[in-house]
């Protein structure tokens, strides 16, 4: 079993993706990863901690393997081996216990926000002066700018740049008419871009330059993004969110996101968290 082969059986039994975007693009594109440690059973994969770039560490276990020891095992191979920081997604039991009882605390969170569509979202509202219009190949510098300034606290998506860009681009679901910018006077100040993949639509990304905070285009490049999914015929959306990112779940709040799970990212006392 390949490591992606691993996570799929995790998902299915779970609910619960056990590796984010950035570690399923490394490893189908054959990146190699800083932290690879498997565990195989008559030449099975079975478990595995795993981490790419400076992305922490991911521990996840075959269901049919569990309550041996083998997670616990892997992870502290890895403490010992000086990682210090480990994603739980889904806030799952077995995860939250294993990580209190090697010290780990958690130091930051991920809410998983979900919409159901009972009826066509309500339309965007317009924003003085701004247009909303789909991608256009040459807007690809603009988008990476703009999402460099609204992501610059951001551990990942901050880090944009031209080759994850394209990366995304590649996969199977990109769509770009669901790729959409506000444009002002020719100069791109904002981007959504949507995702649609096993039939669950995401809000993957609203970028907002810093500059044109407050004035309701958030909101605005949202609902659009929203309308293009129900239009693709999703019944459900998702979207990741920081939990102290306040102004953010306002507007997904008032566009009738709540609460689904959490991903939470937990250090060890090495870390100094």
């Known amino acids: ?18 590796l984010n975007e950035a570690s ?3 490893l189908r594109d054959g990146v190699v990863p800083r932290v690879d440690d498997g565990v195989r059973a008559d030449d099975t994969l079975i478990a595995l901690a795993y981490a790419a770039g400076d992305a922490p560490v991911e521990v996840l276990v075959d269901p049919a393997h569990r309550r041996r020891g083998i997670g616990t095992a892997l992870l502290r191979r890895a403490l010992h081996a000086g990682e210090t920081r480990f994603w739980a997604h889904g ?3 077995g995860a939250v216990a294993l990580a209190e009882r090697n010290g780990l605390v958690a130091i930051r969170t991920l809410l998983v926000l979900r919409l159901r569509f009972d009826g066509p979202p309500a339309p965007e509202r317009d924003v003085e002066g701004v247009t909303l219009r789909a991608f256009r190949p040459g807007d690809t510098d603009a988008v990476l700018e703009i999402n460099r300034r609204a992501f610059a606290s951001h551990p990942e998506q901050g880090a944009m740049d031209h080759a994850d860009f394209e990366r995304r681009v590649a996969s199977d679901w990109y769509d770009p008419e669901g790729l959409f910018v506000a444009e002002r006077d020719g100069r791109v ?4 871009w949507t995702k649609i993949e096993d039939g669950i639509g995401e809000v993957y990304v609203v970028g907002v330059d810093p500059d ?20 693709r015929g999703v019944d459900v959306v998702d979207l990741y969110v920081e939990s102290d990112n306040a102004p953010a779940l306002a507007v997904y709040h008032r566009l009738g996101f709540t609460e689904h799970g959490r991903d939470v990212l ?8």
């Open 91 to 93: 806030q799952l039991p």
């Open 24 to 26: 399923q693009l490394a």
């Open 1 to 18: 079993m390949t490591e992606l082969g691993l996570a799929r059986r995790v998902r299915e039994h779970d609910g619960v993706e056990p």
């Open 266 to 273: 937990y250090a060890s006392d090495a870390s100094g968290a």
């Open 212 to 231: 044109e905070h407050g004035g309701g285009l958030g909101t605005a490049l949202t609902a659009r993004g929203l309308r293009h999914l129900h239009e």
């Open 189 to 192: 100040i904002g981007f959504h």
